[in-house]
């Protein structure tokens, strides 16, 4: 009978190994003329075609996949945690921490880089760990780091921080108004390969433990008081789960900006394809969010050529039916199982 359930999941996740393989060897060519793909073939230097293939179309296509697999796999972790599949990697105010670190950067007119990280990145990652401990430290103000009380902490701060970044719009000129906002859509468009090493250490922890955590993930869809009866530590394995995903969201959303409903479409459509053991359920999320957030990016780059729009727009457009269309299903009222 595992043989039998076993076999279809097998058969998911190799397609979906071969969705992220084919999205990762053939969106960065998607475009190209001939002439231009012929003189990559041949690796040729100096070549205009080459160094936008090796400089702005790899790094770009490294840059999605990193971030569509962190947003995909912090929003399965959440919607485990609430057990609710609407639940998205916003939920508890990291990205508009992060917003508001990049909307200060904007509007004081600063332009640095440290330590290789451009001053932007940086300021909107202390704006993810400003908002990571203020919910922490919220949370902590009652026993226990109960769910219901992270959740109100996150929608506060999410309040907090995003009537913030309105004032500083309100008060900023017309230039650093549009340049907030710009970020705010979340793009792909300047990312390179500072980008990629910038993302590339919190995502990489943040997945690395996710995955080491999916047994107490199945354990969380049972309910916290059975989990809790069969050996797990709820709110140390809550800490920890909430650390590593929004660092690993703070760690993208500085880089992007806020890129939404990636965390929220991505985990529910490999939970109705594979269903709802994390163990099969986190690596499908992972390889299907990278190849999800890299296809939405060539729409963004190709519907309306040479212009280009950003990545957070499309997926936010695609994201509004969805999030109705689960409303509509009931599913915000439904176990995860």
């Given at each position: 009978m595992r043989e039998e359930r076993g076999r279809p999941?097998?058969?998911?996740?190799?397609?979906?190994?071969?969705?992220?393989?084919?999205?990762?060897?053939?969106?960065?060519?998607?475009?190209?003329?001939?002439?231009?793909?012929?003189?990559?073939?041949?690796?040729?230097?100096?070549?205009?075609?080459?160094?936008?293939?090796?400089?702005?179309?790899?790094?770009?296509?490294?840059?999605?996949?990193?971030?569509?697999?962190?947003?995909?796999?912090?929003?399965?972790?959440?919607?485990?945690?609430?057990?609710?599949?609407?639940?998205?990697?916003?939920?508890?105010?990291?990205?508009?921490?992060?917003?508001?670190?990049?909307?200060?950067?904007?509007?004081?007119?600063?332009?640095?880089?440290?330590?290789?990280?451009?001053?932007?990145s940086l300021f909107a990652f202390l704006g993810a760990l400003l908002s990571i401990g203020l919910v922490y430290g919220l949370t902590r103000v009652k026993k226990g780091f109960s769910t219901a009380t992270m959740l109100l902490a996150g929608v506060a701060v999410n309040f907090l921080f995003s009537s913030s970044i309105l004032f500083i719009q309100y008060l900023s000129g017309v230039i650093h108004s549009f340049r907030i906002v710009r970020w705010l859509m979340g793009s792909l468009e300047n990312t390179g390969y500072r980008s990629v090493w910038e993302m590339l250490p919190l995502v990489a922890g943040g997945v690395a433990l996710v995955l080491c955590f999916t047994r107490e993930l199945n354990l969380f869809l049972t309910g916290e008081e059975l989990a809790q009866s069969r050996g797990m530590d709820v709110p140390r394995t809550k800490r920890t789960l909430f650390l590593a995903t929004s660092l690993m969201v703070g760690g993208v959303v500085a880089v992007c900006g806020p890129i939404g409903f990636v965390g929220m479409m991505v985990p529910h459509i490999c939970r109705l394809l594979i269903g709802a053991d994390h163990n099969w359920l986190a690596p499908a999320t992972l390889l299907f969010g990278g190849a999800f957030l890299a296809l939405c990016d060539i729409l963004s780059r190709t519907l309306i050529a040479p212009?280009?729009?950003?990545?957070?727009?499309?997926?936010?457009?695609?994201?509004?039916?969805?999030?109705?269309?689960?409303l509509l299903r009931g599913e915000s009222e439904k176990g995860l199982l």
């Open positions: 999941r097998r058969v998911v996740m190799i397609w979906m190994a071969l969705l992220a393989l084919a999205v990762a060897l053939l969106v960065p060519f998607l475009g190209m003329r001939t002439i231009g793909l012929e003189s990559v073939l041949r690796g040729e230097r100096g070549d205009p075609d080459s160094f936008i293939f090796w400089n702005l179309r790899v790094p770009r296509l490294l840059a999605s996949l990193l971030a569509g697999s962190a947003l995909a796999l912090s929003g399965m972790t959440f919607q485990a945690m609430f057990r609710n599949s609407l639940a998205t990697p916003f939920t508890l105010g990291v990205a508009s921490g992060a917003s508001l670190g990049a909307a200060i950067y904007v509007r004081l007119g600063l332009s640095f880089s440290l330590l290789g990280l451009s001053g932007l212009a280009e729009i950003p990545v957070g727009v499309i997926t936010a457009l695609l994201g509004a039916p969805f999030f109705l269309w689960l």
